[in-house]
């Protein structure tokens, strides 16, 4: 599964609904304050959302408190409790045979199926489109979620829809896909007399229904117009189909979020009575301190592949080899990460280096790591000198090639990324290099601008062309610095 855009409106500065579309590597770029984490922050809080139903979420739960969210109130635009703030993603499923959808059916209920009606759900779609509306309720002093909708290929198939201060949503639109096999007695035509949906009334208090448990429609509208109670094998064919096209792709979007990587833009440099945990928790990624710890508690593939980094001549050529460190006896032993000069064998801390070293360590760790990783880094440039900025590029674009389900969220000041990417863009069109470990096509960055107008933030896709230049003017002059120092 990929998630190939992401839908924000009415959260912090973005006041208007705004689809961007990403790709494994997105640059976010602008100048300070456009809105650049803001996007980052936005995917944070759609985890909140989804994963862990907290609307009103004070804090990330994947960052910890070093990420403070303030609640519903202060994440609206404009911090105006009647408006709404839209979350929304689209995930692709085509290249991945791994991603299963659950059908909400435990073993004995889908032989139950199987034997009774010869079916059982089959309600997939290679890409799911949804967008969820959360707003304040003044009656209830609680964010709740209004509308959820999903969609594929530009077609709506469901939506749910809550109004203030009622105790229950209904179920306000659903059409089956073109390509689900609909039994007769399962079509709208038939199960309404109208021919046409009728809304549903649901016991749940959020248009947004808990991911992890089937639709319960036993207490629902669904006696019908023709006030007959369905056979309980229909029922429950209807909620265990329903949920598998609406619940099903959320829950696995809520697992790859649940292993997304966000590097805050502030590293520590750790020092000798710095406290390495062996289970680190993703909220200590934020401050860099997660990226010593996955190190020092590793296996030897990924200390080769972080020393490989800061030793290639492909990448830093720095001339230090990281490797952990035990002081004292189990079981209170302690781990740190410990440098030696490559050229003189002298041992070192990473006190005493260049503070680049520890602020790029994290970064270069989170691209070695061989999972399907979501890594989402503020400014991983800081402190590092062009030319190692120019090879986060090159780290990137391995990192996606060899997992292709990798993807980074990069906001960057740095014009030496971009200018490497570039780079390879035209080098891969013209066969000066080989599509990998370092080749770059149309697909696999995708760049968004950030720029303020009138108070509010506006998000310009932008892409890159064969020629290593951009589809569209780089807006408003920025990096323009460099060609007025220049000239």
Same mark, same amino acid.
Request: net charge negative; charged share 25%; hydrophobic share 40%.
């Given at each position: 599964?990929?998630?190939?855009?992401?839908?924000?409106?009415?959260?912090? &500065?973005?006041?208007?609904?705004?689809?961007?579309?990403?790709?494994?590597?997105?640059?976010?770029?602008?100048?300070?304050?456009?809105?650049?984490?803001?996007?980052?922050?936005?995917?944070?809080?759609?985890?909140?959302?989804?994963?862990?139903?907290?609307?009103? !979420?004070?804090?990330?739960?994947?960052?910890?408190?070093?990420?403070?969210?303030?609640?519903?109130?202060?994440?609206?635009? &404009?911090?105006?409790?009647?408006?709404?703030?839209?979350?929304? !993603?689209?995930?692709?499923?085509?290249?991945?045979?791994?991603?299963?959808?659950?059908?909400?059916?435990?073993?004995?209920?889908?032989?139950?199926?199987?034997?009774?009606?010869?079916?059982?759900?089959?309600?997939?779609?290679?890409?799911?489109?949804?967008?969820?509306?959360?707003? %304040?309720?003044?009656?209830?002093?609680?964010?709740?979620?209004?509308?959820?909708?999903?969609?594929?290929?530009?077609?709506?198939?469901?939506?749910?829809?809550?109004?203030?201060?009622?105790?229950?949503?209904?179920?306000?639109?659903?059409?089956?896909?073109?390509?689900?096999?609909?039994?007769?007695?399962?079509?709208?035509?038939?199960?309404?007399?109208?021919?046409?949906?009728?809304?549903?009334?649901?016991?749940?208090?959020?248009?947004?229904?808990?991911?992890?448990?089937?639709?319960?429609?036993?207490?629902?509208?669904?006696?019908?117009?023709?006030?007959?109670?369905?056979?309980?094998?229909?029922?429950?064919?209807?909620?265990?189909?329903?949920?598998?096209?609406?619940?099903?792709?959320?829950?696995?979007?809520?697992?790859?979020?649940?292993?997304?990587?966000?590097?805050?833009?502030?590293?520590?440099?750790?020092?000798?009575?710095?406290?390495?945990?062996?289970?680190?928790?993703?909220?200590? %990624?934020?401050?860099? +301190?997660?990226? %010593?710890? +996955?190190?020092?508690?590793?296996?030897?593939?990924?200390?080769?592949?972080?020393?490989?980094?800061?030793?290639?001549?492909?990448?830093?050529?720095? &001339?230090?080899?990281?490797?952990?460190?035990?002081? &004292?006896?189990?079981?209170?032993?302690?781990?740190?990460?410990?440098?030696?000069?490559?050229? +003189?064998?002298?041992?070192?801390?990473?006190?005493?280096?260049?503070?680049?070293?520890?602020?790029?360590?994290?970064?270069?760790?989170?691209?070695?790591?061989?999972?399907?990783?979501?890594?989402?880094?503020?400014?991983?440039?800081?402190?590092?000198?062009?030319? %190692?900025?120019?090879?986060? !590029?090159?780290?990137?674009?391995?990192?996606?090639?060899?997992?292709?389900?990798?993807?980074?969220?990069?906001?960057?000041?740095?014009?030496?990324?971009?200018?490497?990417?570039?780079?390879?863009?035209?080098? +891969?069109?013209?066969?000066?290099?080989?599509?990998?470990?370092?080749?770059?096509?149309?697909?696999?960055?995708?760049?968004?601008?950030?720029?303020?107008?009138?108070?509010?933030?506006?998000?310009?896709?932008?892409?890159?062309?064969?020629?290593?230049?951009?589809?569209?003017?780089?807006?408003?002059?920025?990096?323009?610095?460099?060609?007025?120092?220049?000239?």
């Amino acid at each position: 599964m990929k998630i190939t855009s992401l839908t924000i409106g009415g959260f912090k &500065g973005i006041k208007n609904k705004a689809t961007i579309p990403l790709a494994p590597i997105t640059l976010f770029f602008g100048a300070n304050s456009t809105g650049k984490s803001t996007v980052l922050h936005a995917l944070l809080y759609l985890y909140e959302v989804v994963a862990k139903r907290n609307f009103d !979420a004070q804090y990330s739960s994947i960052t910890g408190e070093a990420l403070y969210f303030g609640g519903f109130h202060n994440l609206v635009h &404009g911090k105006q409790l009647d408006g709404v703030i839209t979350l929304g !993603a689209t995930l692709d499923f085509r290249d991945g045979a791994s991603d299963i959808w659950d059908d909400y059916l435990s073993d004995s209920e889908r032989f139950f199926l199987e034997n009774s009606l010869m079916l059982t759900p089959d309600a997939e779609t290679d890409v799911f489109t949804f967008e969820i509306d959360i707003r %304040w309720d003044r009656q209830k002093q609680r964010a709740f979620v209004s509308r959820y909708e999903c969609s594929s290929h530009r077609i709506k198939f469901f939506q749910i829809e809550t109004k203030q201060g009622m105790p229950n949503s209904q179920i306000s639109h659903y059409q089956p896909l073109p390509h689900w096999e609909v039994e007769d007695e399962f079509k709208i035509e038939n199960l309404f007399p109208s021919g046409e949906w009728k809304n549903i009334t649901i016991e749940i208090q959020d248009s947004l229904p808990r991911i992890d448990k089937r639709l319960d429609l036993s207490d629902s509208t669904l006696q019908w117009e023709t006030k007959v109670a369905l056979p309980i094998d229909s029922m429950l064919f209807i909620e265990a189909a329903l949920s598998q096209a609406t619940l099903a792709p959320l829950k696995l979007l809520a697992k790859k979020l649940n292993d997304l990587i966000h590097i805050g833009p502030l590293r520590i440099v750790p020092t000798r009575s710095t406290v390495l945990n062996k289970k680190s928790n993703s909220d200590r %990624w934020y401050d860099g +301190t997660a990226g %010593w710890e +996955t190190f020092a508690f590793a296996k030897m593939a990924l200390h080769d592949s972080v020393n490989k980094k800061f030793n290639s001549p492909e990448f830093f050529n720095a &001339g230090y080899q990281f490797q952990p460190v035990t002081y &004292g006896e189990e079981p209170q032993s302690e781990k740190r990460v410990e440098l030696t000069e490559v050229n +003189t064998g002298i041992k070192l801390t990473p006190t005493n280096v260049g503070i680049g070293i520890s602020q790029v360590f994290p970064f270069v760790v989170a691209t070695s790591i061989d999972k399907e990783l979501l890594v989402s880094c503020e400014q991983p440039e800081l402190h590092i000198h062009p030319k %190692w900025q120019l090879s986060l !590029a090159d780290m990137m674009l391995e990192a996606v090639h060899n997992n292709p389900d990798r993807m980074f969220f990069i906001e960057s000041h740095s014009e030496h990324i971009l200018l490497r990417l570039l780079k390879r863009r035209r080098q +891969t069109a013209d066969e000066e290099i080989s599509y990998l470990p370092f080749g770059c096509k149309k697909q696999d960055v995708q760049i968004i601008f950030c720029e303020q107008q009138k108070g509010q933030t506006k998000l310009i896709p932008i892409k890159t062309t064969d020629e290593g230049e951009f589809d569209a003017p780089w807006p408003n002059g920025f990096f323009e610095e460099r060609g007025e120092e220049l000239f």
